[in-house]
């Protein structure tokens, strides 16, 4: 079945960086983009980057990213990380690694890990 697990979260001083991974397991990790999510405390969950399949060719990002944070894929290792630099107070979030996500909603999630950024 389809997996995905993230790892890399904790805490960090604003302005401090984290780097987010995700390891896919049970579909054909090249055929399929991959995002990053993130929902704040009592907030909705929002689209941070997504990256497309195969070479990860093209990359997007939320606007209030853009910048600081880079998604990336391996395909030998079926892997996707987010490295997130200089962060934010407000950024403090459970991330989400999902299947898919360049266009459309993601369809299937991992667990999250929770990134905490204090001042």
């Known amino acids: 079945q389809v997996q995905l697990v993230e790892s890399g979260g904790g805490l960090v001083h604003a302005g401090g960086s984290l780097r987010l991974s995700c390891v896919a397991s049970?579909?054909?990790?090249?055929?399929?983009?991959m995002s990053w999510y993130r929902r704040p405390p009592g907030k909705q969950r929002e689209l941070v980057a997504a990256i497309t399949n195969r070479n990860g060719a093209y990359t997007k990002y939320a606007d209030f990213v853009k910048g600081r944070f880079t998604i990336s894929r391996d395909a030998t290792k079926k892997m996707v990380h987010l490295q997130m630099n200089n962060l934010e107070l407000e950024e403090t979030a459970v991330y989400y690694c999902?299947?898919?996500?360049?266009?459309?909603?993601?369809?299937?999630w991992g667990q999250g890990t929770q990134v905490t950024v204090s001042s």
């Open positions: 049970g579909f054909d990790f090249d055929m399929y983009a």
């Open positions: 999902s299947r898919g996500g360049w266009g459309v909603d993601g369809d299937f």
